[in-house]
């Protein structure tokens, strides 16, 4: 089946750690984005890339890194530097540029982080 | 600056009709609705393009009024499986790479 596959779906993070969510996807989609939710609040974008070997950064990415060097994978590293970063972290694809084409973005389940 | 929804929560009896509001200060391309359930992904609802027409999926519907950067969605008849919080995501002119998601309606339908 085609999808967005995320992991782990828990992960627990000790202060000082660094940890790297993982997102693959097989739909041939170009574009992938990730997005933080904290507990009853609405989603954030961290980090977005439209190609192989390029990204942006999104409205909060501070402490978080990734990289792109495959089209299926989208890796977010939470560094020690994100001074709060328990919340639900959401992975998502779109085939193309949004802009006024009628692309919108797919989710993965999601990955909770906690940190101990 | 994200979209601002509103209401910010509304609790319906099954049947009954709703109606959320998403709000921009931005010129917009496009707007995308979700629903998420709690502890889940948002899913996909419909997307509503500048120039395009009303959309409509079963009792749900939307509509775009580009000239004031709003946008509606309708739910009609509800039922219990349309509870969950609402999300309007906006693509804005400025930076058409991205969307960017409202503060959120949270819907609950009761017996």
């Known amino acids: 089946d085609g999808g967005i596959t995320q992991s782990p779906k828990y992960l627990f993070r000790k202060e000082g750690q660094n940890v790297t969510l993982s997102c693959e996807q097989n739909?041939?989609?170009?574009?992938m984005y990730w997005y933080r939710q904290d507990p009853g609040q609405g989603l954030r974008l961290i980090y977005y890339s439209q190609i192989v070997n390029d990204f942006q950064k999104g409205d909060i990415a501070e402490g978080y890194s990734v990289s792109r060097e495959k089209k299926e994978s989208f890796p977010l590293t939470v560094t020690s530097a994100q001074k709060n970063p328990t919340a639900f972290y959401l992975c998502?694809?779109?085939?193309?540029?949004?802009?006024?084409?009628?692309?919108?973005?797919?989710f993965g389940e999601g990955s909770w982080l906690t940190v101990v | 600056q994200q979209p601002v929804q509103s209401p910010q929560a509304v609790i319906l009896r099954e049947g009954e009709d709703a109606v959320i509001n998403c709000s921009s200060s931005k010129a917009l391309y496009s707007v995308h609705w979700y629903r998420q359930k709690h502890g889940e992904a948002p899913v996909f609802l419909m997307i509503?393009?500048?120039?395009?027409e009303q959309k409509g999926h079963e009792k749900i519907s939307a509509s775009f009024n580009e000239k004031k950067q709003q946008s509606s969605l309708y739910l009609t008849a509800s039922q219990l499986s349309y509870s969950g919080t609402y999300f309007c995501g906006t693509v804005d002119t400025g930076t058409a790479s991205k969307l960017t998601f409202g503060t959120g309606t949270r819907l609950q339908v009761t017996l």
């Open positions: 509503l393009l500048k120039g395009g």
């Open positions: 998502a694809s779109s085939k193309g540029n949004l802009g006024g084409s009628g692309n919108t973005i797919y």
């Open positions: 739909l041939n989609h170009d574009a």
